[in-house]
């Protein structure tokens, strides 16, 4: 008996997909008490408590050997280098209103989470 090729493929991909969904372990969901209590005690402007502080790493999962960063970091670290670079476009074109500049810069501050100014953008 001959089977299309197709069907064979088909056949294939989803044995593959059920397989790999069977074999997958699920990452551990955060506490939702800590979780829901964070963003009222920010609002409220308390600090987190202890119990809410992310705990030290375990030793099992020290990486200060590695040679490079994790692959998310690299990526977060890229998209920022090719967003200044677009901003350094920005800042040197006289034709680009300054309040436009502005709030792009401070956009792209809340990204990095520090202060952005032109000058700023030569670290990238």
């Known amino acids: 008996m001959r089977f299309p090729l197709r069907f064979l493929f088909l056949l294939l991909v989803a044995s593959t997909a059920s397989a790999q969904k069977a074999g997958t372990p699920q990452p551990p969901q955060p506490p939702a008490a800590s979780a829901a209590a964070s963003p009222a005690a920010a609002k409220a402007g308390k600090t987190p408590s202890a119990a809410a502080r992310p705990q030290p790493r375990p030793e099992w999962r020290d990486t200060t050997g590695y040679r490079f960063p994790a692959v998310g970091k690299t990526v977060a ?3 920022n280098a090719a967003h200044a670079m677009r901003l350094r476009d ?10 436009f500049v ?18 700023t953008l030569l670290d990238y």
């Not at 040197?92 to 309040?99: F, L, S």
């Not at 502005?102 to 000058?119: D, H, K, P, V």
């Open 102 to 119: 502005r709030e792009r810069l401070t956009r792209f501050s809340a990204i990095t989470g520090r202060e952005e100014t032109c000058r």
């Open 90 to 99: 920005y800042c040197a074109d006289t034709r680009v209103k300054d309040e």
């Open 77 to 79: 670290d890229m998209q």
